[in-house]
């Protein structure tokens, strides 16, 4: 066991905000990496994730712990993004959670790795008008859109997405790529995505092949 990492863990889950900053600090100063943070954060959400679907965390409490996590990511991106050096980009996405969905701590997580693994990223945010997906990446040039949903209901946004890019003729040149909980590699396959990332490593891993494609 870490006990740096296992702290910061720990503080994410238990919504310690005034002791994160000083255990992230810590964890600099001890020799732990960005993405050694980075990794430990990651597992606290999913923690939090399930604590959540159990009934055992409500909102206020989930909303706590990403506050955290957010906060924390911003002290630690600097050295994520320095890890990757000065090499010229390897590809360009663009990102978001689709339209109707705010839930965006899997997709910060996404775009923060990708970013650091030497992808220039375009981040559209939470609750992204499907059209602005389409409409950005062929503005920035973008290899890849790369969405997210955490609900039913909007992950159907993707499928229009999708389509938007068959209708402009765009499909092959601009690829896409999703993720999020109830997504599965079936249902990529079924609207025509790209590529599914199940996870954060594996999202950087796919736009990485995307890219080369």
Same mark, same amino acid.
């Given at each position: 066991?870490?006990?740096?990492?296992?702290?910061?863990?720990?503080?994410?889950?238990?919504?310690?905000?005034?002791?994160?900053?000083?255990?992230?600090?810590?964890?600099?100063?001890?020799?732990?990496?960005?993405?050694?943070?980075?990794?430990?954060?990651?597992?606290?959400?999913?923690?939090?994730?399930?604590?959540?679907?159990?009934?055992?965390?409500?909102?206020?409490?989930?909303?706590?712990?990403?506050?955290?996590?957010?906060?924390?990511?911003?002290?630690?991106?600097?050295?994520?993004?320095?890890?990757?050096?000065?090499?010229?980009?390897?590809?360009?996405?663009?990102?978001?959670?689709?339209?109707?969905?705010?839930?965006?701590?899997?997709?910060? =997580?996404? *775009?923060?790795? /990708? $970013? !650091?693994?030497?992808?220039?990223?375009?981040?559209?945010?939470?609750?992204? &008008?499907?059209?602005?997906?389409?409409?950005?990446?062929?503005?920035?040039?973008?290899?890849?859109?790369?969405?997210?949903?955490?609900?039913?209901?909007?992950?159907?946004?993707?499928?229009?997405?999708?389509?938007?890019?068959?209708?402009?003729?765009?499909?092959?040149?601009?690829?896409?790529?999703?993720?999020?909980?109830?997504?599965?590699? =079936?249902? *990529?396959?079924? /609207? $025509? !995505?790209?590529?599914?990332?199940?996870?954060?490593?594996?999202?950087?891993? &796919?736009?990485?092949?995307?890219?080369?494609?």
């Amino acid at each position: 066991m870490d006990n740096d990492l296992d702290n910061i863990k720990n503080a994410v889950v238990k919504g310690d905000i005034k002791g994160y900053k000083g255990l992230v600090e810590a964890a600099k100063a001890n020799g732990k990496t960005a993405h050694n943070i980075l990794d430990s954060m990651g597992e606290a959400m999913a923690i939090v994730g399930d604590l959540y679907a159990k009934g055992d965390y409500y909102l206020p409490q989930v909303l706590l712990s990403a506050e955290i996590f957010t906060r924390a990511l911003a002290i630690i991106t600097p050295d994520l993004k320095a890890s990757v050096g000065s090499a010229p980009a390897k590809g360009k996405v663009v990102c978001g959670v689709c339209e109707g969905d705010v839930h965006e701590i899997g997709k910060k =997580l996404v *775009a923060t790795l /990708i $970013g !650091a693994a030497g992808f220039e990223v375009i981040d559209l945010g939470k609750d992204v &008008k499907l059209d602005s997906f389409v409409d950005t990446a062929v503005e920035q040039k973008a290899d890849v859109i790369a969405m997210s949903a955490l609900m039913t209901t909007t992950m159907t946004g993707m499928k229009t997405v999708v389509d938007m890019l068959k209708e402009r003729g765009l499909n092959g040149s601009i690829k896409t790529m999703i993720g999020g909980a109830p997504i599965t590699q =079936l249902y *990529a396959d079924t /609207i $025509g !995505a790209d590529a599914y990332g199940p996870s954060a490593q594996i999202a950087v891993e &796919k736009a990485a092949m995307l890219c080369l494609k």
